[in-house]
């Protein structure tokens, strides 16, 4: 490994390459607060979460995330995390920063938890104690160097003071010797997650203001109704690769930290559902998780048009596997949500019944991938690129609307507008080794892929 001194000056001269500005202008929008809550929550139907979600992709763009630029930012250069905790504290984080984080597989979670006996439970707490403070150091770290002024956006130092909080939360925790010392520290974690359910709106609103900052004046006029819907739509849409990456990272981790911290919080279940070990089912009918999340899209839908297109499903009869439902539904929840937004909008004026939405559930030896195939018109090639863009939607964004406190608070249930759901999405197939693809015919309609790993013995992705 290069020395701290050595990755300090190559971070420091990628910060400058960035242009690193240190703007702090105030805007007032927020993301719902479910936005990508998953992780652990196992969500059911008829409580359906807001919306959106990532892209599994490891930064390339190191000098933002690595432990090399968390050498590269000693507490003395970072005045705002220097002044508000002790230096003790801050150089604790850094040394952490350095260290690895260590992957698991859902076989591994599987495995582990079959029997989770006390002793289990113990190593498992004893692990969570290890690892997590390195994760969240990590994080820390990186929130720290972000490009373009964003590590100076208030919402985004918000979310920084609660990774070094958590962090200290957790290195204060004495060591688990005992099932009383390992009660407690899951009562803590559990706090943890709390704590941080709001991370994704937080973050969102930090870059939202970032990117309508760097659109200048017409961005923000545009933004707040003073201009056309297109200006709109390519400020929200703008390509910031470098800030794709650290999103895609930033999620991809808080994903892995919220699936470890919801399985050793569901393992303490007193009574778990059948075929359950913690947050993964065994025998998971990608059926029933689709028909559940198909309800939940279609009332939202229904509330928001009147009435909803229908969808009917294939396959997937008598067929089960082990996964995530709650993953599983937060993705086809986002999908369909996506489907039936263009087919109620293509056919809001005819007099035509518009058509099914088709979900295809196919049951492969490496792979389960489902499809949901729409109408709906399509994208166009044009805006197919943005996709996968955080905060590109061509619906209008309720973070607009949201004043300040709304974004740690949660917005409202949209059908679209946040600009997360293909994203996160696809960093929640990924976390398992899965995908997620859109393929688009503009003028017609689309079908998205999403491919799930049926083995499960892939290890976590870790940014
Ligand atoms: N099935 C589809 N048919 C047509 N356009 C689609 C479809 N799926 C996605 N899109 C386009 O891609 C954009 C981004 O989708 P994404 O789901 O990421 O965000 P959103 O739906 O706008 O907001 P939200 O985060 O609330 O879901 C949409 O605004 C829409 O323009
Ligand atoms: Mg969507």
């Not at 030896?365 to 939607?393: F, N």
């Amino acid at each position: 490994m290069a020395s701290p001194g050595a990755a300090w000056r190559r971070a420091l001269a990628s910060r400058r390459a960035v242009g690193f500005g240190e703007s702090n202008a105030r805007g007032a929008f927020g993301v719902h607060a479910s936005v990508g809550a998953a992780g652990g929550e196992t969500t059911t139907s008829g409580s359906a979460p807001s919306t959106s979600f990532g892209d599994a992709t490891r930064p390339s763009a190191r000098a933002f995330s690595t432990r090399g630029v968390a050498s590269a930012t000693p507490p003395s250069r970072s005045p705002a995390l220097a002044e508000k905790f002790s230096k003790a504290l801050v150089d604790d984080i850094y040394r952490s920063s350095f260290r690895n984080q260590t992957g698991v597989s859902l076989k591994y979670m599987m495995d582990f938890g079959a029997q989770p006996i006390h002793r289990q439970l113990m190593v498992s707490a004893q692990f969570l104690h290890k690892e997590l403070p390195v994760r969240l150091a990590h994080r820390v770290a990186e929130l720290e160097n972000l490009p373009l002024g964003l590590s100076s956006k208030e919402q985004v130092r918000a979310v920084r003071d609660w990774y070094v909080e958590s962090y200290d939360e957790l290195k204060s925790f004495p060591k688990i010797e005992n099932m009383e010392d390992e009660a407690r520290f899951t009562k803590m974690i559990e706090g943890v997650m709390n704590k941080h359910a709001n991370v994704v709106p937080m973050i969102a609103r930090g870059v939202l203001e970032l990117k309508m900052e760097l659109a200048g004046r017409g961005g923000a006029d545009a933004a707040m109704g003073g201009g056309s819907r297109s200006s709109l739509e390519r400020t929200l849409g703008a390509d910031l690769p470098e800030i794709s990456q650290f999103l895609d990272g930033f999620y991809m981790s808080r994903i892995g930290i919220r699936m470890l911290i919801g399985q050793h919080v569901a393992l303490h279940e007193e009574n778990p559902r059948a075929d359950h070990i913690g947050l993964i089912c065994t025998k998971m009918s990608p059926r029933d998780v689709v028909r559940d999340a198909i309800d939940d899209a279609r009332s939202i839908c229904m509330r928001q048009y009147g009435d909803a297109p229908e969808v009917e499903v294939f396959g997937g009869e008598n067929f089960a596997f082990a996964y995530v439902p709650g993953h599983l539904h937060q993705m086809l929840f986002e999908l369909v949500k996506n489907s039936l937004r263009a087919v109620s909008e293509k056919y809001a004026e005819s007099l035509d019944n518009p058509p099914p939405i088709r979900v295809v559930i196919a049951e492969g030896a490496e792979d389960v991938t489902i499809k949901i195939s729409d109408e709906g018109g399509g994208i166009r090639r044009s805006g197919l690129r943005r996709i996968w863009t955080y905060l590109y939607t061509t619906a209008d964004s309720p973070l607009l609307d949201m004043d300040g406190d709304a974004a740690s608070a949660g917005g409202p249930v949209v059908l679209a507008g946040y600009g997360y759901g293909l994203p996160l999405s696809r960093l929640y197939a990924r976390y398992f080794g899965g995908d997620l693809q859109v393929i688009s015919m503009d003028g017609y309609g689309t079908d998205a892929y999403l491919h799930l790993n049926r083995l499960g013995n892939v290890q976590e992705p870790l940014p």
